[in-house]
RNA sequence: GCCCCCUUCGUCUAAUGGUCAGGACGUCAGGUUUUCAACCUGAAAACAGGAGUUCGAUCCUCCUAGGGGGCGCCA
């Protein structure tokens, strides 16, 4: 069997740290298993889906570096939902009722105060072809129920194991509105059937959804996929997540410079026995995917972590791998110089930094300008290499009786600028002698 | 209110009816024959609480507490 798998997002915003986390399983499975991701776009809310949204979702996946082999619209397929509709209508399995919202959420609210769940009491069941021309008449325009079988519902789910829901505890979905479009949930079966999706992956969110579209599913005739409900995420409080929260916007986490990959890592492996580390690729992440290591237990998104292993990620990548980013800022340094900084960068944007400390200008931070003074009388003549920095530092030191931080501080402030930064060792022969005696006299180089 | 799920170092987690309860990130310390960062090495650090079953419970059962999810003409 192929594994089908889909990522249905609803283009009412943007992707945040949740979204990407189900995304990602969905890719990394269907990478993992030789298998293909669809990305269908669930816009049949008129009302809050923009084409705007669906743009964003789809450049939020690629920056991701999450590709989908076919996209479709639930706007472009109400055909294939009018076709389920009848089918099910003449199976007598969806039924007109005609309560209005206010009267539903009076209903639920009565349930409530009686300690009992608020589910629909199916009282439209009991209407008469006489009632229902009356309301009608009235003015009332149905909206249409799916009728649940009221027994247990079992699945084998990948990650929650055996899952037993009561139908009958269930109130009957509407899948229809009075207007005549749909919610999301017959679309969504009819789709996964028309799809071909052998795999289901999503949010713990829909557990109980999965009941109801089981049966659905089989009212259709059609054998359901395989379901698995990953964990969701919570807050580094560990507190539910508040989707408002900006520093969870995958737009926010481009914007704040971190890589791809590093958001990619860290989303794939929170919430799993391995460890949450940088990887080069998705692929690497897919091989190790694994829905046995899905922890059961909300998972903590912490923006700190996310950060710190951007840094790491950033300590070990290769030249090659940003060469091309690099030129594109304008930085022109080489391998030497990627080599020297990589160690202090936080984003990759951090080269700028370092890269004015190499190629200037730079305005020197004088600290003890004696010693610079001397520093600079004892500059030895270029070529430099990485033993100039020792040589030229223990010269100083003989000079001066500086030592230790006294010693490199004022040298390292005087020559970058900085406070930290990468070994002087590796920087002092990008800088070149010109610029580094400049700076030592307190000009900007 | 009702239903479902979850709870091991600060964080993500592993394992087991008898273990020195393991790893990773972070933290701290040392090293890098002289600063900070990076890097390397090492250390500290956990079975939510209470009952029960058992020769023995982190592990099995029940209760409590805490957290998450669901109970929509949202997805």
């Not at 009491?121 to 909206?143: C, I, V, Y």
């Not at 984003?347 to 001397?374: E, F, H, M, Y």
Request: include cysteine; aromatic fraction near 6%; proline fraction near 6%.
């Amino acid at each position: 069997m192929t594994v089908t798998v889909r990522f249905a997002p609803s283009p009412t915003g943007r992707l945040h740290a949740g979204n990407i986390r189900t995304a990602l399983i969905n890719y990394l499975f269907a990478l993992k298993s030789g298998g293909t991701l669809i990305l269908r776009l669930d816009d049949t809310d008129r009302e809050r889906s923009t084409a705007e949204f669906a743009r964003g979702i789809e450049e939020d996946l690629v920056w991701l570096g999450i590709h989908w082999s076919k996209l479709v619209r639930q706007s472009d397929r109400f055909a294939l939902y009018d076709a389920a509709v009848e089918k099910l209508k003449k199976a007598g399995r969806l039924y007109p009722a005609y309560e209005t919202p206010e009267e539903l959420e009076l209903k639920r609210k009565r349930q409530l105060a009686r300690g009992k769940p608020p589910v629909y009491d199916r009282a439209a069941l009991n209407l008469s072809d006489d009632d229902k021309a009356k309301l009608e008449t009235g003015g009332r325009k149905p909206h249409w129920r799916f009728l649940l079988e009221p027994r247990d519902v079992v699945w084998d789910d990948l990650v929650r194991g055996t899952q037993h829901v009561d139908a009958a505890s269930l109130s009957d979905p509407v899948l229809v509105r009075a207007d005549g479009t749909y919610l999301y949930t017959l679309p969504s079966v009819v789709d996964d059937i028309d799809l071909g999706v052998t795999h289901v992956i999503r949010g713990e969110d829909h557990v109980t959804n999965t009941a109801a579209q089981i049966q659905l599913f089989e009212a259709l005739d059609s054998a359901p996929p395989v379901f698995g409900h990953h964990n969701l995420l919570v807050g580094a409080d560990g507190q539910a997540l508040s989707k408002r929260d900006r520093s969870l916007a995958i737009e926010g986490m481009r914007a704040e410079g971190l890589e791809p990959l590093a958001v990619a890592s860290y989303a794939a492996t929170i919430g799993t026995s391995d460890p949450v580390a940088p990887h080069a690729s998705l692929d690497e992440l897919a091989a190790l995917f694994d829905f046995a290591k899905q922890s059961r237990a909300p998972a903590r998104f912490d923006p700190h972590d996310l950060h710190l292993l951007n840094a790491k990620l950033l300590h070990g990548l290769p030249y090659a791998s940003v060469a091309e980013r690099l030129s594109e800022m304008d930085v022109a340094g080489g391998e030497a110089f990627w080599e020297a900084v990589r160690g202090n960068l936080a984003v990759l944007s951090d080269n700028r930094t370092w890269w004015r400390v190499v190629a200037g200008p730079l305005t020197p931070v004088i600290q003890d300008a004696d010693l610079c003074r001397k520093a600079a009388e004892l500059l030895p003549p270029e070529p430099w290499d990485a033993e100039t920095w020792s040589a030229w530092s223990g010269a100083v030191k003989a000079a001066t009786g500086a030592k230790g931080k006294a010693l490199f501080q004022p040298l390292r402030l005087a020559l970058t600028g900085e406070e930290h930064g990468p070994e002087l060792k590796h920087l002092l022969p990008l800088i070149g002698r010109e610029r580094a005696l400049a700076r030592l006299e307190g000009k900007m180089a």
